[in-house]
């Protein structure tokens, strides 16, 4: 059997708004269901009512995407939609594109984050309340999901409700 070598790279990520031109490479780690709809929610951008944040590798490489919705709740960014590349989670990009997340509410002069997390994704609920999120109550949520034979239906669930003061 052939040795393991093992190497540790550190790699500065930078945070950015997406652009018509990420939409190709988001294709690895969203629907094309959730992609199509994003021309007219670059439009949405336009007008200011949502931030589209992709975390880029040093060549521009978008690896993560992220949403921050500024006309939901009032006084807060409602952070939402966070995907990280399959291959490269748990290694800290979703982190990096919450807290620049946070830094942009911050800068909006704005003082609470909230983000939901599917009451069937522990795991991404671990990870906000790792952040200071704090769940403070649940609500029903449904959206648009394609099945595998490209069927439109309504999916429905229950999310939980937390959010962080900055
Ligand atoms: C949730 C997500 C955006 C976090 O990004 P990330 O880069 O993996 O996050 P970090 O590396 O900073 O933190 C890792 C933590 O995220 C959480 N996590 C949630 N879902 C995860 C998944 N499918 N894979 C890996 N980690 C996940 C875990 O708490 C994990 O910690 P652990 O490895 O100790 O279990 C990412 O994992 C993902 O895209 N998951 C699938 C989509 C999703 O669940 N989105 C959230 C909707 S509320």
């Given at each position: ?38 021309p007219a929610e ?62 942009r509410i911050r ?54 409700l937390l959010r962080?003061?900055?």
């Amino acid at each position: 059997m052939g040795t393991i070598h093992t190497g540790v790279v550190t790699m500065p990520l930078t945070v950015r708004d997406m652009t018509e031109a990420d939409l190709p490479e988001l294709a690895c780690f969203y629907s094309r269901f959730y992609l199509e709809k994003m021309p007219a929610e670059l439009e949405r951008a336009r007008t200011g009512v949502v931030d589209h944040l992709v975390v880029c590798t040093p060549a521009g490489v978008p690896v993560g995407k992220g949403a921050i919705n500024w006309d939901e709740i009032p006084g807060a960014g409602v952070i939402s939609t966070l995907s990280v590349r399959v291959e490269l989670r748990s290694v800290g990009i979703g982190t990096v594109l919450i807290r620049a997340a946070e830094e942009r509410i911050r800068a909006r002069g704005l003082s609470r984050a909230e983000i939901g997390a599917e009451e069937n994704n522990p795991r991404a609920r671990a990870l906000y309340e790792r952040l200071g999120y704090v769940a403070y109550g649940c609500e029903p949520a449904s959206w648009d999901q394609e099945d595998s034979d490209g069927t439109v239906r309504k999916y429905e669930t229950t999310c939980t409700l937390l959010r962080k003061d900055l």
